[in-house]
């Protein structure tokens, strides 16, 4: 029956409670493991603290900084410059890539330049963006956008592309003019590619806001584990990073609520 | 059987022909010199091997492809480009996924900005009318292939065109679907009067549907039979197919399509 260009909507299985919960368990099970092992080989003295860390000593350091107040900062500054540039970054990339199924001719003339900006590593532009913008914010939230705003560019022309040839027929077959086959096919057609887009730009927001705070910031997660690596102060590294995980499920989980919103 | 012999003419071809790549050494004959006429009230039945240009000679009919030379006329105008002037109704069903039934149905009348209370009401009256009644909010993923086929057609009619253009839009449903809804078809393109072409590899279908049957030849195809089709008012497909003027009609029209595959055969 009909091919519809669009990934198959049963393809995201709720798991079971039952199997959820076994999930949970084993999951659990397997951090804790990770953990108590790491603990005996350091305390064994087997791996050597001063390059490896120590849990206990990563969690005391990570009490210690949400106690202090600098965590809760860190982590918000890394949050909100990696949402701001996700959210510009992507948004106008999917609009570019949306409107660009408008005019094969400007699609045509941008292809080799999308193409190869999108070859560059975009850490290569990071001293242009400071020069451009400044430091701080302004960087973090540029570099992420940047990185988002390609990504969404190449996947969500794709997905233009990717919307059955047939329903744009049938549309003209009714007499529909190409910006009324854009706004009621291709825009509807291609969410699932925005959507699965946002998953992606997620992870490119989040490096382009630690990018920008490896290079030029005063806080920020990438800020701490910058500074705590260059002190070998380990502990603090791991709670850099670990901070980093706990915001990568956390807007993970808040793009999977609103795809499946979006399922049809 | 219905004489429509006297009815108004609803779509007209005059010496169609299709070149791909005309005057250029890759030149292909899709089809050459296809005449005909299609009555209010009539279905035309297609036939022809695979490859003899059906679904092109359809793009051109539903104004998708401009021909090479030759015409098609549509109540009297010239069809230029694709405007709306046919509906047509293809294999795979092409329902939005992000629209209800309803909203598929209305999708046509939408385009043409009717509106929106008319084009529901309208839309909504079709679907109590022919079977769908109850499904008008589900999403087109709930339905089977017959009822995805079945709302595809209501949004076919729902602009309400005076010819309809079928292309294998049966093919893809097992048999027992197919049969009842190559009946129900029928039925609601006599009762509102419409003009239909069918395209189709499938010989029963064209004679269990059609008025007359229009047998192509292989590529380049021109026009090698026009078999006039009466059954009397026999519709159930079943008994309609055991009958014994269905199958003289299917052995003729067997044999004229055997010839033709044998002939590039040799």
Known sequence: MAAIAAPDPHSTRAPSTRGFRATLVYQTLLIVGIFALWEALVRLEILPVYLYGQPSGIFAKGRTLLVEGDLARDFGATAFASILGFVIGTSLGSAAGLLLWLSQTAAAVLRPIIVAVNGVPKIALAPLIVVWVGVGLGAKVAIAASLTFIVALIAVYQGTQEVDEDLVKLMRSLGAKPMTIWRKVIVPGSTPWILSTMRLNIGFAMIGAVVGEYISSKMGLGYLIYNAGALYDLNTVFVGIFSLMALALVLDAVLGHIEARFKW | ?266
């Open chain 2, 1 to 266: 059987m219905v004489n429509t012999s006297t009815r108004e003419v609803v779509l007209e071809a005059n010496h169609v022909s299709l070149v791909f790549n005309a005057g250029t050494p890759k030149e292909v004959v899709a089809f050459r010199n296809i005449s005909f006429e299609l009555r209010q009230g009539e279905i035309l039945a297609i036939v022809g091997p695979s490859g003899c240009g059906k679904s092109t000679l359809f793009n051109v009919i539903a104004g998708l492809l401009r021909p090479t030379s030759g015409s098609v006329r549509v109540d009297g105008a010239l069809v230029d480009g694709a405007s709306g002037h046919v509906g047509y109704m293809l294999q795979k069903d092409l329902l939005l996924p992000w629209r209800s039934v309803l909203d598929n149905v209305m999708l046509g009348l939408e385009v043409r900005g009717v509106d929106p209370k008319d084009a529901r009401e309208r839309a909504l009256s079709l679907i109590l009318r022919y079977g769908l009644d109850g499904f008008e909010s589900a999403m087109p993923r709930a339905l089977s292939g017959g009822m995805r086929q079945r709302v595809a057609f209501m949004r076919t009619l729902a602009l309400n065109p005076k010819a309809i253009l079928l292309d294998e839009p049966f093919s893809a449903l097992d048999f027992q679907r197919r049969l009842n809804l190559q009946g129900d078809v029928k039925r609601i393109i006599r009762e509102q009067h419409k003009a239909a072409i069918l395209v189709t590899h499938d010989i029963g279908e064209a004679i269990a549907m059609a008025d007359r049957v229009v047998v192509l030849s292989q590529r380049p195809g021109t026009i090698k039979a026009i078999h006039t089709i009466e059954l009397g008012d026999e519709t159930d497909p079943g008994a309609l197919r055991r009958s014994a003027a269905f199958n003289e009609y299917f052995d003729v029209i067997w044999s004229e399509l055997d010839a033709l595959v044998e002939t590039v055969a040799a």
